[in-house]
């Protein structure tokens, strides 16, 4: 499993595992699909912050993330 942190901005994480865009995309991050949001917003916020702004779970997060292969440093947002 490759291990991430929700502190790091959604562009470092995308940037350093291509495959997990399409995994957030997917939890409801739908304007990452856009490279200008990402290139944009994604190089200020964290995947903790989006999932806070975006109303999804922490657990939700971790589930569908470890599904996809990959595990969070964090114990909590």
Known sequence: MKEISLKDTVYE???KNPEIREVIVGL??????DDK?????????TLGR???QFG??????VKTLQ?????IKEDSL
């Open 13 to 15: 994480t995308v940037t």
């Open 28 to 33: 409801g991050f739908a304007p990452l699909r």
């Open 37 to 45: 949001m990402l290139q944009t917003a994604g190089r200020m916020m």
């Open 50 to 52: 989006a999932a806070k």
């Open 56 to 61: 999804i779970s922490y657990e939700t997060v």
């Open 67 to 71: 599904a996809n292969g990959f595990t």
